[in-house]
């Protein structure tokens, strides 16, 4: 609270505050040094020893590469229908008015309320009621659920911050729905979709429910750790991935909160 | 000539709301046009319907002689300023003014020397590089005009042009308006709900009541001989007086209006108390009591000023008496 500096706050708040942090994000550092140890059945502390090979044993197993390599084509496909059904439901949700509209926005948020279990099996389903073999595409359906709800959310707000009239007074100099889009709305709406589109591809990138359901044989990198931790060899391999899967989740969601901060002045209307 | 907006029985419903019902409008070429009216009166639906925002329900608009429904608003030489203006925030001044010459795919060069043009034209010369959000309400209006003017459009739309800006500013805008129209050529059309804004302004007036146009006609007219009750209350100053009044005062039995300025305080007439005196500086105005009806007479500087409370007779020649439909 900008109110507070310079007021001291009581050592026993700020030794919760740090026990509470520690508590979040110890695990997570365990993790990264289980990564180093040289034990390679067990998780054991303090670790025996400390190496790097395991590094190389990662970058030399073929099923890290093919679980990475679907793990990043799902959540590319995902984040791609999630932008584009996003954006055009946010823009139909904002910017008219129709019958249903209001059902039609609790609609598209409702799959991120669902426990993951519930679409999952639903989807599975629907998929064995038409036929439909597992693929890469039957997992990419599962996450689009809930990008579409990411993306969506962040571009209906930034629909509800820019004002109407800025599409009218671009149509009204001359420039056609293509131009308006390309020159008006895509400018106002950018970063807030950069900030939609970033969050769904690391919700995709680290999902497990859903794709557990919709995936067959085939393994997302999250699956693959999953399975892996089942298996008492080379353990600190699941480590090293798990750090990698951090970072690539991580960083997004990192430059996502900064986009979507700045925009506030970006988007601020022209009034 | 043609003219430059015609409406022909043009109507414009949503759902069961008769927002434009009717309306036969011709604005003839190079004027300043001002349709004035209650929030709800069908002026800005109007002012719609001429960009293309909205298309009519029935009847035909045309637009210097061509047929405008269904022509989509970027396909009309026609231009708006916006009441909140609609600035680009995510572009500097110069690319604002720029955008419709750039959407028309003009060269950066020639699109930039015609901005900087428009922008000297709204005396706002060198603020190219600034963000929308970087001036005042003021300076933004003249932008939005500028943006609009670059484009040499046929007829310019104003909508409610000057209403978010104090009084001062918004005096001396006034006249800008009118002088920049007046140099231009360019036909104005402007929506406002200022009755005095409209008279000032407007070589012609269209008085706007529930969709439709009550009364069309030069500032003067509208002022001096209001065609409906509605007319006298909203374009105001001039004194109401009741049939029943009227009736007593040994005129016909009908509404009629009667301007403060022609009312005299003379040695015989109707009786009536002084109710309240302001000082106005190129007068002084009365309020009185005739009857149960309240009237303000509009004294002359260096008129007599009778005290508060006493009474007094008033007179006014008869041709000043000028009757009214009742309807609204």
């Not at chain 1, 025996?48 to 990043?72: Q, Y």
């Not at chain 1, 993306?151 to 820019?162: E, S, W």
């Not at chain 1, 951090?246 to 979507?260: C, G, M, N, W």
């Not at chain 2, 300023?81 to 795919?105: C, E, R, S, T």
Request: hydrophobic residues 45%.
């Amino acid at each position: 609270m900008r109110s507070d500096r310079g007021q001291k706050s009581p050592l026993l708040l700020k030794v919760c505050a740090a026990g509470g942090l520690l508590f979040l994000h110890l695990p997570i550092l365990l993790i990264f040094a289980y990564a180093f140890t040289t034990e390679e059945k067990s998780y054991q502390w303090p670790p025996p020893g400390l190496t790097l090979k395991w590094f190389a044993v990662a970058w030399n197993r073929a099923d890290v590469w093919s679980a990475l390599a679907l793990s990043v084509q799902v959540a590319c496909i995902a984040t791609v229908i999630a932008l584009v059904l996003g954006t055009l439901c946010a823009a139909a949700v904002s910017q008219t008015k129709f019958f249903g509209r209001e059902a039609i926005s609790l609609l598209v948020i409702l799959p991120i309320a669902l426990p993951g279990i519930v679409t999952g099996i639903a989807l599975r389903s629907a998929f064995s009621l038409f036929d439909i073999p597992f693929s890469v595409w039957t997992i990419v359906l599962g996450h689009a659920t809930f990008c579409v709800v990411v993306v969506y959310n962040n571009a209906v707000a930034r629909f509800r911050r820019t004002s109407g009239s800025l599409i009218e007074a671009s149509m009204d100099l001359g420039a056609d729905g293509f131009q308006t889009f390309r020159h008006v709305i895509l400018p106002n709406i950018g970063t807030a979709l950069l900030a939609g589109g970033m969050l769904a591809f690391a919700l995709s990138f680290d999902e497990v429910i859903v794709t557990t359901f919709t995936g067959g044989q085939q393994a997302t990198l999250p699956i693959w750790m999953l399975e892996e931790l089942i298996r008492p060899r080379q353990r600190p391999v699941t480590n090293v991935v798990a750090m990698l899967v951090v970072i690539v989740t991580f960083l997004p969601i990192l430059a996502a909160y900064y986009l979507t901060r700045d925009g506030d002045q970006i988007a601020g209307s022209g009034k | 000539m043609t003219p430059a907006v015609r409406f022909q029985k043009v109507s414009r419903h949503f759902g069961a709301v008769r927002a434009v019902d009717g309306v036969d409008l011709d604005v003839a070429s190079g004027e300043f046009f001002a349709m004035l009216g209650p929030s709800g009166s069908g002026k800005t639906t109007c002012l719609r319907l001429i960009a293309g925002f909205e298309q009519p329900t029935a009847g035909s608009i045309e637009i210097f002689g061509e047929r405008a429904e269904g022509v989509p608003p970027y396909r009309r030489n026609v231009n708006t300023v916006f009441q909140d203006y609609a600035l680009f925030p995510h572009l500097n001044i110069l690319d604002n003014v720029a955008y419709g010459l750039m959407v028309k795919g003009i060269s950066k060069t020639d699109r930039y020397k015609e901005a900087e043009k428009a922008l000297e034209l709204v005396k706002l010369p060198g603020y190219g590089s600034r963000k929308p959000s970087q001036l005042s309400g003021g300076q933004r209006q003249r932008v939005a005009l500028a943006r609009a003017l670059v484009n040499k459009p046929k007829v310019l739309l104003l909508d409610e042009p000057l209403g978010a800006l104090d009084l001062k500013l918004r005096e001396q805008m006034q006249e800008e308006l009118k002088s920049l129209q007046r140099a231009l050529g360019i036909t104005f059309v402007f929506v406002t709900h200022d009755q005095g804004e409209a008279l000032s302004m407007a070589d012609r007036v269209a008085v706007f009541n529930n969709g439709g146009i009550v009364q069309q006609g030069t500032p003067q007219e509208i002022y001096r001989r209001p065609k409906t009750r509605f007319v006298a209350d909203f374009v105001g100053s001039s004194n109401l007086l009741s049939p029943d009044l009227m009736a007593s005062l040994g005129g016909e039995r009908r509404w009629a209006s009667l301007r403060p300025e022609a009312v005299r305080v003379a040695s015989e007439g109707a009786e009536a108390v002084v109710e309240n005196v302001s000082f106005l500086g190129a007068g002084t105005r009365l309020a009185v009591e005739l009857g149960s009806a309240r009237l303000h007479v509009m004294l002359p500087a260096g008129a007599d000023v009778p005290d508060v409370g006493t009474p007094i007779r008033l007179s006014w020649n008869s041709q000043d008496i000028h009757y009214m439909d009742d309807a609204a």
